[in-house]
Nanobody, 122 residues
Framework: QVQLVESGGGLVQAGGSRRLSCAAS????????MGWFRQAPGKEREFVAV???????YYGDSVKGRFTISRDNAKNTVYLQMNTLKPEDTAVYYC????????????????WGQGTQVTVSS
């Protein structure tokens, strides 16, 4: 069992930056691919980014070049640095863990955090 706790959400102006953190409870955190997804009201859950256990990264098209995912295995934590934020980035952001290979599909993820709200004002 892996427990995930996100933090760092809040209100930010368009063009600003925000860093989300996700702390994992399990000592074998380094074995998991870690992903970020987001869901805006009335929309489906959207893939944002994923990082493999070895550090390989993949991004959704809407955030490529603006967001950066990273991990610190010593701290059991994954980060999402969000730059040049836009109003359309407003959503609840979820951290997720996947014991298999990296995936963009939310159905593949075994464990989820409770989510953290990010609101970007125009």
């Amino acid at each position: 069992q892996v427990q995930l706790v996100e933090s760092g959400g809040g209100l930010v102006q368009a063009g600003g930056s925000r860093r989300l953190s996700c702390a994992a409870s399990r000592r074998t955190f380094s074995n998991y691919a870690m992903g970020w997804f987001r869901q805006a009201p009335g929309k489906e859950r959207e893939f944002v980014a994923v990082i493999s256990w070895s550090g390989g990264t993949y991004y959704g098209d809407s955030v490529k070049g603006r967001f950066t995912i990273s991990r610190d295995n010593a701290k059991n934590t994954v980060y999402l640095q969000m730059n040049t934020l836009k109003p359309e980035d407003t959503a609840v952001y979820y951290c997720a863990a996947h014991s298999g290979p990296v995936s963009r599909g939310f159905v593949d993820y075994n464990y989820w955090g409770q989510g953290t709200q990010v609101t970007v004002s125009s």
